[in-house]
């Protein structure tokens, strides 16, 4: 009777063994975010990538499964973010007639605005009195994720505190680019697409995908185009 | 559509390899985007295999992300002592970064640069 009480309660440390587990996890949590996201009326300010990860958090918490664990099961699902960057080249090539009509704004734009990503953040935290290993940590934050890693390994700075701020990043870019837009009154999706991607990495290109076609295309060039400036640019401008 | 999704596999490699070979400091994932768009660009077409594949793989990219996001959570102590710098730039910078990209774009749009809606 005892016996399988105890087995019952390290349930999750034996089922964590294999991937599933986690893999299960991270779906039901997606589906269940997005789910509470429509009931409470699809708030800006409170993306679904947020949603489900507090859930996802909450119920990793909850099983006492360790993070660890949880993380080497999931790196399975996370493989996929290589063919789905590959897969961003799609649109881009469907779009590629607005990008030809918009080559030279994007040109110059680019280098100012992806420096510009990384400058400001960087000024405010050192004039806050952040330690070098905090600011390479913070440099690349609008870069998407597997650049970033790169990046930040570069650098020296602490890859876990560069996946937040990434996050952190990626959310309020894409709030601020809600607003921005409204506040500036620029209703291009051309415009928010290629702001949303270089500011936002990839949360911010989800979300043009979900403004329009042409929106996601532009965040998509946005976002390769500041991952690979950012990597040639960051590391000499660091040292200065 | 796993048609599609070998060829996403298979230039993501490509990419993955060039990055290895030659050092490159860009990810093989974005070697591999710039590869498959030129190599588009240079087909003048696209199968519907591949184009379902990756719209698949689009519309899920919230869910591959989101591991690495959780481990915010679990790595809020490492924040400890300088969370004030901390939220301060995300927050500080994103806002002012964005406001920089909108107004030079829109600017340099209107400059001329845009035509053809």
């Known amino acids: ?240 | 559509m796993l048609r599609g999704f070998l060829v996403l596999v298979l230039f993501f490699l490509l990419g993955e390899a060039l990055q290895k070979v030659f050092l490159i400091p860009v990810s093989g994932g974005v070697l591999g985007m710039m590869l498959m768009t030129l190599t588009l660009m240079f087909k003048g077409g696209i199968s519907d295999d591949l184009a379902s594949a990756s719209q698949g793989l689009i519309s899920v990219l919230v869910l591959l992300i989101m591991p690495g996001v959780v481990g915010v959570f679990f790595t809020a102590d490492q924040f400890a002592g300088q969370w004030l710098a901390v939220a301060a730039a995300l927050l500080g910078g994103t806002f002012l970064s964005v406001l920089s990209t909108l107004w030079l774009m829109s600017r340099v749009v209107r400059l001329g640069g845009g035509k053809g809606e």
């Open chain 1, 1 to 240: 009777m005892n016996d399988w009480y105890s087995r019952l309660l390290s349930l999750p440390e034996t089922l964590s063994a294999s991937p599933a587990l986690a893999i299960g996890l991270t779906f039901g949590a997606f589906f269940a975010g997005n789910a509470v996201f429509r009931r409470i009326g699809r708030p800006l300010w409170l993306p679904p990538v947020v949603l489900s990860a507090v859930l996802l958090a909450a119920v990793v918490a909850l099983l006492g499964m360790d993070y660890k664990a949880y993380q080497q099961g999931a790196h399975w699902l996370t493989v996929l973010l290589g063919p789905a960057t590959v897969a961003l080249g799609i649109p881009l090539y469907q779009q590629m007639h607005h990008i030809r009509a918009l080559w030279r704004p994007i040109l110059v734009t680019l280098p100012i605005a992806a420096t510009l990503a990384a400058v400001y953040a960087l000024v405010i935290a050192w004039s806050l009195g952040a330690t070098p290993e905090v600011l390479a940590s913070l440099a690349p934050k609008s870069v998407t994720a597997p650049i970033a890693i790169g990046i930040t390994q570069q650098l020296g700075g602490s890859v876990p505190l560069m996946m937040g701020g990434l996050l952190i990043t990626g959310v309020v870019a894409t709030l601020f680019v809600d607003l921005a837009a409204r506040w500036l009154a620029i209703s291009d999706d051309r415009i928010l697409g290629f702001a949303l991607g270089l500011n936002g990495h990839a949360v911010g290109t989800a979300r043009a995908f979900e403004i329009s076609p042409t929106a996601g295309a532009f965040a998509s060039l946005g976002m390769g185009l500041t991952g690979v400036f950012t990597a040639l640019i960051l590391p000499l401008v660091f040292h200065l």
